[in-house]
């Protein structure tokens, strides 16, 4: 069975500095998706970045870039210049083609004025 | 830009009861799913819906739980005889077709069972 782990419960950066959240993830699959998905307060789960497994390049969007080495089966987050609003939950979830998604258990960030 | 929208956003209902969860997939989308998230825990996957049929199921969604695209807009959650532990945030998902990538979520809708 798929597995997503994030060992990092919490974390916290001061605004305007660089933070990396980690993930790691089991598989068998050569094909496959991974995400990072945000939720804030306000619920809502809103995808922040994606990686196409088959992709050696790691995926940017904007402020957030990833780390993914597929061989060590880990799928990092990096947010750079972080705001105020960046403070959320961050998930981490790995998908197979048309399956379902599977989620880790999420890191808390705090962002410091 | 097109979201999907979930009804109620808050349910309270007694121990016992049954209750329904809704959501409006975007207009074009063919795969449904439904993920809960119990309080500070991760969120799991409960259900997906294909073709007006359950195309899978976690060992959660049991007996007490059913879906169902009524009216061929609204697919709905149905939970038969609510329990104290099925207090959660449910999240309905939803995307283009099976090799979609990126699915789009609801708000959720908060669900206490007392």
């Known amino acids: 069975a798929q597995t997503v782990t994030q060992s990092q419960p919490e974390m916290s950066v001061q605004e305007a500095e660089t933070v990396t959240l980690s993930c790691t993830y089991d598989?068998?699959?050569?094909?496959?998706?991974l995400f990072w998905y945000k939720q804030p307060p306000s619920r809502q789960m809103i995808l922040v970045i994606r990686?196409?497994?088959?992709?050696?390049q790691n995926a940017t969007e904007n402020r957030f870039s990833v780390n993914f080495q597929k061989a060590a089966k880990s799928f990092s987050l990096k947010i750079s210049d972080s705001q105020l609003g960046d403070a959320a939950m961050y998930f981490c979830a790995y998908r197979k083609g048309g399956n379902q998604f599977y989620f880790g258990t999420g890191t808390s960030l705090t962002v410091i004025p | 830009e097109p979201e999907v929208t979930q009804t109620p956003s808050h349910q309270v209902t007694q121990m016992g009861q049954e209750v329904i969860l809704r959501c409006v997939p975007i207009?074009?989308?063919?795969?449904f799913y439904w993920y809960r998230q119990i309080l500070g825990q991760k969120v799991e996957f409960l259900v997906s819906?294909?073709?007006?049929?359950?195309?899978?199921k976690s060992e959660i969604f049991d007996d007490q739980f059913s879906v169902e695209r009524p009216d061929g807009s609204n697919f709905t959650l149905k939970i038969r005889s609510t329990k104290l532990e099925d207090s959660a945030m449910y999240f309905c998902a939803t995307h283009l077709d099976r090799d979609s990538t990126e699915a789009f979520f609801g708000q959720g809708t908060r669900l206490t069972v007392v």
């Open positions: 819906f294909y073709n007006n049929e359950i195309s899978e």
């Open positions: 207009s074009n989308h063919l795969y």
């Open positions: 598989t068998s699959e050569s094909d496959y998706y």
């Open positions: 990686q196409e497994a088959y992709k050696q």
